[in-house]
């Protein structure tokens, strides 16, 4: 689920979604754009394993007419399991969390100002089984 919570110039979202609005009677304030880069997302088979790798742009967009200072959060996936491993490949300065997976980007956005962030990860796991990752 998807939100955004207000508190006067401060905005936190939390896990967006393809793509998120904050909005409030002004129209849209903040635009957040979540995208997979095929170019860097692959799957490799090797030996008993498979591995695949998962890239993905996060766009963030001011449309307000002044500064906002917001807390970006997005999450990589964490086994349980011993025969399943992930590894984060780049996270953009983002703030990680290793037990949990959580990025946190602490921003502020001028007026009119968007700004990118890539993350990556690969899972590697035993190629009979079938994991929904993503």
Not at 8 to 37: M, S, T, W
Not at 84 to 90: D, G, P, R, S, T
Not at 119 to 129: F, G
Request: proline share 4%; with cysteine; hydrophobic share 30%.
């Amino acid at each position: 689920m998807s939100r955004c919570v207000y508190d006067d110039k401060y905005f936190q979202v939390v896990a967006p979604e393809f793509p998120l609005n904050c909005r409030d009677d002004g129209g849209h304030l903040i635009l957040i754009k979540k995208e997979k880069v095929t170019d860097f997302s692959s799957v490799k088979f090797l030996g008993s394993n498979k591995k695949q790798v998962f890239t993905y742009q996060i766009t963030v967009r001011n449309n307000k007419k002044e500064k906002v200072r917001m807390l970006l959060k997005d999450q990589y996936p964490i086994s349980s399991s011993k025969d399943i491993e992930e590894e984060l490949l780049e996270s953009s300065g983002a703030s990680v969390n290793k037990d949990t997976g959580i990025l946190t980007w602490n921003l502020e956005l001028a007026p009119g100002e968007s700004r990118s962030y890539r993350i990556s990860y690969s899972v590697k796991y035993p190629k009979d089984k079938i994991l929904n990752i993503n």
